[in-house]
Structures are given as C-alpha cells and as structure tokens.
C-alpha cells in the first residue's frame, strides 16, 4: 500500500475522531448504512440533510456497466459494498474536505462522494493506489456517457487533480495531465451573423453579450405578472411569492434570500457637519437596510457553516414595497415561529401540552398531521372555511374553526374518515425498531384489544412523542442552531418557516394548520428553486400553476437569471461598478463585470460627447466618435481622426467624421472602423493576413469562426506539404497557408479589444504599385 495513501487516511480517521464520528459504521450487502454520517449534523450546517451512509457501488454507474456487460455476453454485476480502501478513501476524502478545508455539505456530497464512487465503481479490483491513467480515462469516458451534460465527467476530472494526484495517492501520479481536457461545447443558441447588411449592423448595437444568462421578457414579465397580481393558493406559495418579490427588487442570490432572518429590518441615521438630521439639508435622514447571511464570503480555509452578516442598503423607491412584503412574511410564519421556538425550548415535538397529559387523539389530529378539518363537517361549511383562510391566509381563520369543532365535538359531532383512516393506518405500522403506540382510556388505562370508539381514545402526549420520533423521523422540526460569528443563529429566528410535508394541502387540495401543526421547517434554496420551472424533476412551477395561456405554463426562469437582470439594469443606470459589487456582496470589481450584459448602444450612452455632436453628426458617425474616445475601434478612420483632433482641434475632427464615416463594422473574425460603402476592402475581409486595423472582439461567434479556420488552414498544409518539392505552385500555396494559420492563431491568442497586428501594414488601402499583385 502506498505510503502517502496511508498518511492520507490515517489523518482523516484523526479528524473524525476530533469531531466524535466512528470511523467504522455497519454496511448492509450493498453498501448501505442506517447510521452513517449526517455530514450536515456535524457541521450544525443549515438544511438541508447530506449523509455519507452508503458506501456501496454508484447505482448508476453500475447500470451502465452491466448495460455494456449485457452487450458483450457478461452476466449483470449485483451492486455491493466498495472494497475497504476505497470506503477508507472515501471517508478521508470527505473528512478532508469538510473539516480541514470547511467545505459545505453539499458540495462534499455532490462533488467530491458522488464521483469518487463513480471513480471507483468503474476502478472494481483497481485499488485506489493502483490508479492508472487508463483507469481514469474509461472512467470520464463512462460518466461523459451517463450524464450528456459533461458535468459528472468534470467532476470525477476534478476529484483525479485536486484529491489523487495533489495528495499524490497513486503510485502512478501524476495522473492529470494523461486525462482528456475538453470542455463542454458551447452554447448553441450563440449563432453567428456572418453577412450582415447595414441595417443589421445597426441592429447588432442592441445585441446583448451573454443575453443568454438573462431572462427572457416574456418569462420575467409573467413571473412579475404572478407574484404581484394573483392570488397564491397555498400558504407556501403566498411565501415564495414574498420571497421572489423580495428577490426581483434586491438582486440576492437564492440562498440569501431564503435564509433571511425574521428580525432583517435596519436603519442607518445620517446627519450633516452640523450635527442635524441630513433631511433639513436636502439630503435623506435614515436610510433602510436590508439585514441577511451572505453567502460566498468566508475567508479562506473559513468554516463554511459560519453564517456571515451583511446588510444591504434599499433604494428609497423600493423601501416601501420590501418593508410591506418582508413584514407580511413575518405575519405569515409567525405561528410557525411560535411553535418552533417552543420546541427548541422545551425538546419536544408538541410542547403545547404536558409529557403526562392525557388527550383525546381526535384532538390531536391536526398537530400530528396539519390538516384542520378532524370533524365531520358540511362541504359547504368547509369550503366556506378554506376560501377565507386562502384570501389572506389569515390564522384567526384557523383559530374560528378549531373552536368551532371543539364546540361540535362536545356535542357528540362525528369524526371525519380522514382521521379514522390515518389512525387506523398508524396503528398497523408496527415494527421491531419502535414499539406499537398504546391507547389509552380517559382514565389512563390502555384499551384492550377490542374494536375501539376513537371518540373515547386518549394517547399520553410524552409516548405518542416518542412514538412519533421513532416511526417519522422526517417530521421533526428543523431545530438545530446555525454558527455565527459570534454567538448563534436559533431556527426560530429565519423569516421563511414552512409546514414540512403538510400533505393536506400539497398534495390533498386543502389548507394547513399552522398554528398547530407540530412539524415546522426551515427551508433552503428548493423552496424557490423548485417552482421556477428550470430543475430536473422539479414539482409543478408557478408558471404552470398561475400562467394564463398555454404559452405561459411553459415558461422556465433561472433565479440566478434575477440577480443578472439588476446587476444590468444598476450599471445601464451608471451605478459605478464599486457600489454594485459592493451592494450585491461582491468580493471584486472583476466578478461585477461578468454580470454585465449591457448593449453596446447601452455602453455608448454613457459616454459624453461635447454638446450637440450627435445631432451635428447624425447617429451612426456619433456611433463611431463614442467608439474612438473610449479606445475600442481603430482603422484608418480613427488613425486620421485623431491627427486631425491633434493638429486642427476637436471641430475640425468631427467634421472629419460627418463626411467619412458611415458606421461600426463588424466581421466574421473582429472589428473595424472603415467606410465600405464606397471603398469595400481589397482582401474581402481576410484581415487576419496581418491588418493593423484588426481588432480581437473575444466573441463566441467570432471564435468559433476562427477555430474553423483554423483547422482547415491545418489541412490544407498537410496537404501541400504532402506533395512533391517541384509541383508548381507549392511554394506560394505554403506560404499563404503558413501566413494564414499563424495570423488565426494570433488572433485567437490576442486578448479582448487589443490590436493582432499593430506593427503590421493597413491592408484596408489600396495595394501601393509595384506588389506581387499587380503582375
């Protein structure tokens, strides 16, 4: 066994031990555990939950293989536990990682467990010592061929550079640079505009760069539509659409927003040199502030679960619309706060009520499952019920009808089949692990076995606790406490709490209890995530739920979408790029720049011409002026532009321009300032032979065209250095293949902006007499 693969596990047994964890837990055939690691429980990270309890084959993985076992006459493989090494290799990986370098829960499980296994289910008898480039290469091979996407494959490429080959684990390392480095291919919907009339050129001054990572109108505007116009018809959605509202206005990222705190309102005072409220001075006297966790900012080796406090200015025209949303929000999940703060207090799941107290299960109805109606009642009256709490979701609703069926109850009213039926249920989920739930009389004496009168059956509350803890672990509330800097962050003081799997109106068309349902959960990114109509598997988004035409329900919207969508809007508005990094929890200006999916006619506009340029040049040469001033088009339009500006003075200049130019060209290959409508190019654009004027635009299009030519120009030197020294011609032809080639991998190699040739020769004019072409 390698020596630095046994240094590498001994010390992520020594930091499980630090943290308590066995290191050994009982596997099944398979691989799977009960007990495992509850890698979130350990990290008091927020949900949700990632274990590492199975340490068997990649189920996927392995259905691929026998697919390709099955084709090539091998019997199917049975999935089974990982050799000891590789579930050694795993735990340390996953130790390293999560407490060493502090990474999250998520991405331990999806980005370091899931393509380890990958990894290893396809090594089989390969230990993790043995590694081979081979190995790993059938391995990427396999995961490029289970996930289209590419995504798997990068992953298992990552886990081979930063785990194996940096801890050096294999005795083969390094392993990396053997392994394929293509990337995904690229957007397909970035089409190329190869000829383009004048009219088009104009038009591309509204092109987008990366419009892609935009909304599309007719989604962000329908999505608006939603959120600020219907009515949500379950108490969750009446939480996204606070929460999506809040999100459109502020630019958060997801996981910011569903994690704001309940207590999230700030204000800072500002005052004048005097020491008087800067209002008196024409200025503005507080300002509100948004308070929230921010996620991306932990300092490096940080601990990732550490929540980082930041507070986000409100522009004073949206104040009044956050201020009333995030208040209503609080409205909302105020019983559900309640609640969950009484559990964290007490450490029992229906603190309303003594552990000895003996209560009637019908009663309890509602706490246990969240469905109000626990009495028979009329469908109308029900109904009658359900519209005026779906009007504004209001719990005195809720409060009305409780006392209403207790009133009914005391007067021999019968129960509901829903609650026969779920009782009934619950006492045939007997098993060895928890034992049966006792019933009880009114007295205290447990029922016999006889056919029982469920009016007349009590439960102790302590027991059904215990009961309920033991057979529905995943409804218990989410009550463990966050890290902050300083201090800690209870569950009870998020702003968005929701009823975790209230089946009664997810699934059943009803309403929920909140002010009695006993299971109360903190929610994470899925709460908006999954109703946006852009997750694979996703449940039924908004836009199906709420769109009015067949083409509204098929409507899908990215949520990073919105954070692109301000970030745009707050630099076409001039906002420096200093205040928007800064307002949107950036930690450089650099990362801002990504958001920025201005026009270039957008970018234009916040260049200043001398007043009345534009109306004495007309729009396309003020087009050409604004390019030149900000240093992005060159050409011998430009070049005489400036000497003109030099030597005779701005006026002169532009007169220069009024006559001359006739608008910003672009190419299939870069761009350039040159009148072409009387004088078109002597090399039909082939500016890549060395043309001073040539400038590199960093376009996908532009790329794509160039990496095209660029392979063709390969081939066409291999065949020409294919034939005979004498063959008439060859020499010419090498020569402008050579030319060729090495111009498009120049300009491939050039950076956004800059000039290819700027020593070369302007081959936008006429060729002086005397060339090689004038034979």
Known sequence: MHDAFVSFVES???????????????????????????????????????????????????????????????????????????????????????????????????????PLKVLATWAGTVEPWQLTADVARDAISMAGRMQKSGKLADLVIGIIKTVVDTNHLSENCPLSSALPTERLAPNPDRKSKEVKSKDEIRQSLEHRKRAERLPTKRAFWELVRIIFTETPRTFVDAIRFNALKAMVLSGLRVGEMTGLPADWKRFREYYDANGRPAGESGGYSKA??????????????GDSAVLIEKAQYVPKIFSEIITATLDDTVRLTQPLRDTLKRQVETGRMLPQFGENDLVPVAELYPFITGNPFWLKMGKELSDDYVARYRQGFDAQVLQSLAQHQHKEFEKAGALDSATYVYYNRLLKNDSKEYPLLKLRHSSGEEYAPERKTWREVFVRVGELENYLAASAPTKLSDITSLKLGAGEFQAWEFLYLTPKRALSEERNDGICDITRYCSVGVPNDMLLLSVLGDVKDQKESLFMRYGQTVEDRALTLDSHMLRHLLTNELFRLGLADTIISKHLNRRDVAQSYEYDHRTLAEHLEDM????????????????????????????????????????????????????????????????????????????????????SQLIA?????????????EVRFQAA????????????????????????????????????GKRVFPDGPDLSKLTPPGSVLDD
């Open 12 to 114: 992520g047994k020594a930091l499980a031990k630090g943290r308590g964890m066995a290191w050994d837990f009982p596997l099944d055939d398979a691989g799977a555990s009960v007990i495992g690691w509850n890698l979130t429980e350990i990290i008091r990270g927020r949900p949700p939950t990632h274990y590492l309890r199975d340490l068997g084959q990649d189920t996927k993985a392995l259905a691929f293989m026998n697919a390709l076992r099955v084709e090539r006459g091998h019997p199917p493989l049975v999935k089974s536990a990982l050799s000891t090494p590789w579930q050694d290799f795993i735990k340390a990986a996953t130790c390293d990682q999560l407490l060493f370098k502090r990474n999250t829960p998520s991405h331990v499980a999806q980005n370091i467990i899931r």
């Open 697 to 709: 635009t960093g376009l996908p299009e532009n790329r794509r065209n160039l990496e095209g030519l």
């Open 608 to 691: 200043d011409l001398p007043a009345g340029t534009e109306v004495a040049l007309g729009q396309s040469s003020a087009t050409v002026a604004a390019l030149i001033l900000a240093g992005k088009a060159v050409g011998p339009i430009a070049t005489t532009y400036k000497r003109i500006q030099r030597e005779q003075g701005d006026q002169a200049a532009f007169e220069y321009l009024r006559v001359e130019a006739d608008g910003y060209h672009s190419t299939p290959y870069g761009a350039c300032v040159q009148s072409f409508m009387t004088e078109p190019c002597p090399l039909h654009l082939q500016c890549f032979t060395g043309c």
């Open 288 to 301: 509100l502030m948004l308070r929230h966790f921010a996620e991306k900012q932990q300092p490096r080796h």
């Open 717 to 752: 030197l291999s065949d020409i250095q294919a034939r005979p020294v004498g063959t008439v011609g060859r020499k010419n032809q090498l020569q402008h293949a050579t030319i060729g080639l090495e111009g498009v991998r120049k300009l491939l190699s050039t950076p956004r």
